[in-house]
Structures are given as C-alpha cells and as structure tokens.
C-alpha cells in the first residue's frame, strides 16, 4: 500500500522517525499520513489516521484507541487515583479522544477546552495553542470546583472528593510540547496539584523538547508523565516551512482557499432524524461530563442508533460525520451503529482547520468541502471543511451537529448539507441538543454579553426585511404608544422638557402626488445610487477589512447597510453580516448593543454604516461614544458625504436619496428608535417600534430591488472610481460644519442642531420637526422636487441663495412654541 505521507515526504524531504523499536518507522506510517496547510507557523500537518477528524475511519477503532490510552493511564495511576483523576482534552481535535480516555479510565469527570464562549458561564480559565491556525482555548466547567480538584461525586461506584485529584491532559499528538506547557503553567498558578499525565496518541517532540518538559515539571515541583500510543520524531529539512508555503500556493493559487459550490434548488433534501437524546446529558465535556451522565447515555446509544438505521433504509456504506468540537457524541452513535448494522460505517468530522487537498495516495487529504461556519462563531463568519467526504463512495451521510449549530447557515445553498447533498444519496440530520448549564454564573468573562440581552430581532417578526438581511439589536416596543402630535415634541424638545429621543413623531402617510413622486425620484436616481453602494463598498473591503461586520446606524443607515450586503454577495460572493443599531445625539450609542457585538465579532471587524452626512455630528457623537470600548473604528462608511465628515464615503455630492423621501415606509416599516428611561433598562436596548399595519404602504423591498437592479451596469465606473478614491487625498474638511456655523448665526438661530444640511436632513425636518424655512442652491433641480412639494404642503418658504455648499438646507424653528409664525407671518402649525 502507498503510504498517505509520502507526497509530502518526496517533496519537502520530511520524514517520520520511529523511537528505535523494532517496526517503529512503519508503525508510526500506520497512524500517522502528512499534508499541507494554509498556516504561517508550520506548514505540515501529521493526519492522523485513528483520530476520526481528517479522515473517515471505523468507529470502533477511533473509540478504542482512546478508551485503550485511558486503560493504561488507569493503570499508571492505580485504582485509588484513577478514582480520583480530572481529564482534560483539546478542542478541536481532542475532544473525542479525551473523552475515550476519561471512558477508559472508567469514572473519571471530562471536561474539554472550547473556542466558543458560552453566555453566563464563567472563565475557569484558558491557555494559547503555540502552532495553531486558531490559538485561544477557554475552559468553561458548569462545576468551577472541577478543575480545582475539589467537586464532590455522589453514588456507590463514584463518591469521593477530588482534592488536588490528578489531571490528565489529552492531545492527539505532541509536536513541542509547548501547548502543554502553556495549558499547565496556566492552571498550576491557579489550581496546583501534584501530578500531571500527559496522553497522546503520538509523541513527536525532538530530544530537547522531551528535555524541556522534564525541567518544567522539576521547576513547578509537580510529577508529569507522559502516555503514548507511539512516538518517533519529524525530521524536517532547513527551509521546509518556506517550501510548503511555496508548494501550496502552486497548487492552490493566490485565491480563496476553495471556490464554495452553491446546490441549486434541486438537490435532494436532508432527513431529520430525531434522536431523543437522553434529557440532562450533556453533548460533549464543553461544560463537563460526569460518570453520571455516562451512566444515562450508555444505555440510551442503541435506541438512537436503532432510529437512524431505521431512516438510512439500505444504505450499505455510511458516513457519521460529527462537526468541529462535536466529536464524542457522533462517535458514540456510530460505535452503537456499527453494532446495530450490518452497512460499513465509517467516522470522522469537520474542521476549522485549513488544509490543502491533493487527489494522490500518497497524500493523507484527497478531497475537501468548503461550507460556510454555522453557529455564529465568536470570531465572526469564516470557512469551514469536511475532508476525504467527497470522493469517498458514501451512499449516505449522517451529519450530527448540536442544536446551536443547526441555523440557516447550515441549510443554505452553499451550506454543509447542500455540499453534502452534492456527494452521496441520502444525507440524515441528527440534531444534538446544546447543553445549557444551570449554575449560576460568579464572574463577568471577557467577551460576554450581558446576561439579560436576546438574540437580534429579524423579519418577518420585526421588521419586512429578510431575515438575513440584517439583524435589530433593538427592543420591539410595538405595543407601547410613543407618538405624539410634531408641535408638541417640538416645543418639549426646544424648552428641554423632553429629549427628542423620549417619543416618536406622527408617522407621515404620503399623499399619492408625494407617492408618485417618490417612485419617480427612485427611477431617476436608482443607478447613482447602486454607483454610490459599489463605491463605499469595495472601499471597505479595500482598506477595512476583507469580511466586514456591517453595522448601520438606525434607521436611516439600514437600507444603506442591507444595500452595502447585497453587493458584496452580488460581486463576490461574501455573506456579510448585518445589524443595526441606535444612535442618540447627546445621548450615545447602545452600549448594550456593543457589548453583544464585541462578544459575537472582533470588534475591529466592525463597520458603522450610516446614509449621509449632513454637518457630521452623528459622526461627532460615535467617535466621542467608542472610545468607552476597545476595538472598535469609529469612522463611519455612508453612502454620501456632502459635509466632508468621513474618509469612507460612495460620492461628496448632495444628491436625492430616495429612502431619505419616506420614513418606515421604505425602512422595513421600523420606526426611529427610541430612549426612555421608563422604557429602557441598564441590560436592554434601545427600543423602536414595527408598523405592521402599515405593510399595504410599504416600499422597502421595491427601495432595494430597484437599486439592486442597476448593480451590474454601474461595475465597471465604481472599479474606475474607487481606484481614483483609494489614492486621492480623503481627509474630512467639515466644510458642512463651518457652513453650518455660518448659517445659524445669519439667520439669528445661534443653535447648530436647528440647522440640518443636505437634501436627507430637510427630507427629515418637513417629515418630523416644526420647520421655519427651507434654504435651496440656486438651480437646484429634481433633487429638490419633493422637497418643494412637502414644503407646500407644510406651508414652509422655500428661499433660493447662492453659495450653499449643500443642495439645501432646512431650518428648525426657532424658539418654537405653538403660538410661534413662520416667516411669512403664518402659523407654522399644521393645518
């Protein structure tokens, strides 16, 4: 047979070295195949035959390889302190391993690190993975006793107290040793003990790292040993992470690391299986799995295999593939279906972990699926892999995800299930329920959201978007009355007896003239506006970041944010995310909502979207509100930037916007948001209502088709003007604001927040607030056409001057009252 290593061995002159036992080279070539990988640190990967992450393998001799490691820890140990002991695995490819050994010692509690934090859980600690693609580890114990060595078990064969009980660590292999290090120096600190067993399946470390090990134990005064199936070392020539670079970026290219095949609608749809997992058992050791909880689950594993035997129907060949850190639960059920069936099963998972796939023998990854992650990772979206899957002959895949995993992103067109769909008959969805702790949680970890705070709203719930169309980090107050006639918001809002923040304007329903001309302005104006969309956008991925987290300032910035999503996937493919979320002049942004950002993304990944500038102090007021967190950029991406307030912009002219024409009418039906302390907690978010009722009015979806439409026409100018954009001077000149300046002390007003420049800004004066007057370019055209009929309609003067930096300007009466006239000496009040 070709061994899986020798592609690699060929090319980069690596090789296996046994520990000097007779069949040592061949033993470790019978565990052990070498590929390639996309990772700055070490470009080889030793892939694991046994494990059942990379490749499929029976699952038998995946659980017996770890339940046999846990046996001989037993017996280093002896029964008294095998009692005794805590084991720990590694995510990702640890976890089912470590808990085969914690099996094999026979009652040993099991508890594993994760990557994905876990809301009202507290941090019992965590550790770095030196050589990883993805480095930190949290460790998330339900029982914070438990890795203290001091949790109480109860029962005849279990009861005992785990004082500075013995901890075994278990990796699939060690190459320095230093993820070892790094895990026990970190938790002897915090929790010391007097003995460590160290297990893996292959022990790779060169003499100086075995060295290092021995005087770290000595150094912390602590016994370490080490158990391992086999162990040799990796002889690696000079040069050989610059040539493995070089070699998979010959065979891959500069590119993505795999075009994602979207599955048309024909595809043969996934089959639910439902398992009736015990209740109360845990999913995995995320959170800990007690020799109770193993107790419930083994009887229970022939039922459940039993049910999906019965929905494979004939399949004689099949695969149960488990997903990322879900390793024990879908190898159980495949060793339960082994037993079950007479069909040649098969185990393995998918992986974060990007590796290079070559179609030879000799080398250890033939094939690889590349789906989209799936439950909303910490670190924000990113590819995901299913390896030797494709290929591989299966005329059936169970897939076993738990159930924060089972999302949209799953059953998408480009999803897991869809590419599975691709390779085999049948694919089957035996959904785990996610283990939710019940203890209390005693600290406050980094990057968690507050405890009170839900998911985002989303359409058709709230809001007539899609519901990947963008997520409302809002509170529906939908059923609280908020509205309250202009004048009177005014006169409050101008004596300081109320913030205009604190209640919600009358909704403006448009008159079928003003509706005709907004459907005219749309048709008028929809190319300038995708032109604008394909600016600001590719100027983000340019200088931003190349998977931006979209985050539009409610709501005048969410059919900018949505519009800003569409083309990214429109021209290349990417799903970004989108949320919105409110802004308060005076008042700040949702801290609330920021604090679930930082906890669901890396803040640096996020940018804040909003539709224009009018003399910048939205802009002002974010700048000023971020610095209270760490991480995020306050500069904002608009669509138009006639004030010269940012650096990220589609165009500087002031131009007619067409969802600046209406309010929730082409904003999803959502109002603007509202802050009131009686409404508003210290945990909640901001609040806004949904306007059901208006629905037979709603323009949203036509507002973002219509754009969408001209995308592909306005390709080739937007490409023109963001190279022009990217290597022009773009520093903000906040013209608007000195303008602004100017006119409020002309006109006697001596308030700049009365003054609202650009046609988005008087659009919202005539719609909400008590307006005086209406200052127009001279000339001004179309652009100024609804502004000119609502101005009318208001009974509001429309003055033509010269020299205005914006299209217009509108004025907010000043020192308004009810009793107050306008400046033709009539009532301002609407009639």
């Not at 007057?773 to 009929?789: F, N, S, V």
Request: aromatic share 6%; net charge negative.
């Amino acid at each position: 047979m070709v061994w899986s290593g020798s592609w690699v061995a060929e090319r980069l002159g690596v090789e296996l070295v046994g520990d000097g036992k007779p069949d040592g080279d061949s033993e470790l070539r019978e565990l052990l195949g070498l590929a390639l990988r996309r990772n700055p640190k070490r470009a080889h990967l030793l892939v694991s035959n046994v494990l059942g992450k990379h490749v499929p393998q029976k699952p038998s001799v995946v659980y017996g390889a770890g339940f046999e490691l846990g046996r001989r820890v037993r017996e280093l140990l002896g029964d008294a302190e095998a009692r005794r002991a805590v084991v720990l695995g590694y995510a990702e490819t640890a976890t089912g391993l470590g808990h085969a050994v914690a099996d094999g010692l026979g009652v040993a509690p099991y508890l594993h690190s994760t990557r994905r934090p876990v809301e009202g859980v507290a941090r019992a600690g965590g550790f770095e993975e030196s050589h990883s693609h993805a480095t930190s580890h949290l460790l998330l114990p339900e029982d914070p006793d438990l890795l203290a060595g001091e949790c109480v078990l109860t029962g005849a064969d279990t009861a005992g107290v785990y004082a500075g009980a013995p901890l075994v660590l278990v990796d699939d292999e060690f190459s320095t040793g230093n993820t070892v290090l790094n895990t026990i120096r970190a938790l002897h600190e915090r929790y010391p003990r007097s003995r460590y067993v160290i297990v893996a399946l292959v022990d790779m470390r060169s003499p100086a790292d075995r060295g290092r090990l021995t005087e770290f134990a000595a150094e912390i005064g602590a016994r370490v040993d080490l158990v391992a199936r086999s162990s040799g070392t990796v002889a690696l020539p000079e040069g050989v992470l610059e040539k493995g670079q070089a070699l998979v970026a010959a065979h891959e290219g500069a590119g993505p690391a795999a075009p994602r095949t979207a599955v048309g609608p024909g595809r043969r749809p996934c089959t639910r299986v439902d398992l009736q997992w015990p209740a109360g058992v845990p999913d995995g050791g995320r959170h800990g799995f007690t020799p109770a909880h193993r107790a419930t689950l083994e009887p229970a594993l022939p039922a459940m295999a039993a049910r999906i035997a019965e929905a494979l129907g004939d399949a004689r060949r099949v695969l149960v593939l488990g997903f990322e850190e879900l390793m024990y639960a879908p190898l159980r059920l495949g060793t339960a279906l082994e037993d079950h069936t007479d069909a040649e099963v098969r185990y393995s998972t998918t992986t974060r972990s990007p590796v290079l796939a070559v179609d030879d023998p000799g080398y250890a990854i033939r094939t690889r699926l590349v789906f989209p992650a799936h439950d909303n990772p910490a670190d924000g979206p990113g590819d995901r892999y299913a390896y030797n899957v494709a290929g591989a002959g299966f005329d059936a895949v169970v897939l076993a995800v738990d159930s924060v995993a089972d999302t949209p992103e799953l059953h998408a067109p480009d999803g897991l299930l869809a590419q599975l769909a691709a390779h085999t008959d049948h694919v089957l969805l035996a959904v785990v329920p996610s283990y939710v702790p019940t203890r209390p949680r005693t600290d406050t970890p980094e990057r968690q959201e507050p405890s009170m705070l839900p998911e985002p709203l989303r359409g058709p719930a709230f809001s007539s978007y899609a519901p990947d169309e963008v997520g409302w980090l809002l509170q529906d107050l939908s059923d609280t009355e908020l509205e309250a006639p202009t004048e009177e918001r005014e006169e409050a809002i101008q004596s300081g007896g109320a913030h205009y923040a604190e209640s919600l304007p009358v909704e403006y329903q448009p008159s079928a003239q003003y509706q005709g001309l907004f459907k005219a302005a749309l048709e008028l104006s929809a190319a300038r506006v995708a032109r604008a969309v394909g600016t600001v956008t590719e100027t983000v991925l340019a200088e931003r970041t190349p998977r931006p987290v979209l985050v539009s300032l409610a709501r005048a910035g969410t059919p900018v944010g949505v519009l800003m999503r569409r083309w990214a996937l429109h021209r290349h493919g990417i799903d970004l995310p989108h949320y919105a979320v409110s802004i308060v002049r005076g008042r700040g942004i949702d801290a609330n909502a920021l604090r679930w950002l930082a906890a669901h993304h890396d803040p640096a990944d996020v940018v804040f979207v909003d539709g224009w500038t009018g003399k910048g102090a939205i802009t002002r007021e974010l700048s000023a509100a971020l610095a209270e967190f760490e991480g995020f950029d306050p500069e904002i991406a608009v669509l138009a930037d006639p004030g010269g307030c940012v650096r990220t912009y589609g165009t500087r002219e002031d131009f007619l916007i067409p969802s600046a024409c209406l309010n929730s009418t082409v904003s999803g039906l959502i109002s603007r948001t509202v802050l009131r302390s009686d409404l508003v907690g210290p945990e909640d978010f901001h609040g806004a209502k949904f306007y059901r009722e208006l629905a037979d009015t709603d323009v949203s979806g036509h507002f973002l088709d219509t754009v969408a439409a001209h995308f592909d026409e306005v390709v080739d100018a937007v490409d023109v003007e963001v190279k022009e954009l990217l290597a022009a001077d773009r520093a903000p000149t906040w013209e608007g604001w000195a303008a602004v300046e100017r006119i409020s002390e002309e006109y006697g007003i001596h308030d700049v927040n009365l003054v609202k420049p650009g046609v988005g800004e008087t659009t919202r004066v005539l719609l909400r607030r008590v307006p005086w007057k209406i200052l127009a370019k001279r000339g001004a055209g179309a652009d100024l056409e609804h502004i000119r009929l609502l101005a009318e309609q208001r009974g509001v003067p429309v003055e033509e001057v010269d020299g205005l930096p914006y299209t217009c300007v509108g004025l907010i009466h000043p020192k308004y009252t009810r009793g107050a006239t306008g400046a033709d000496g009539k009532a301002v009040e609407s009639k």
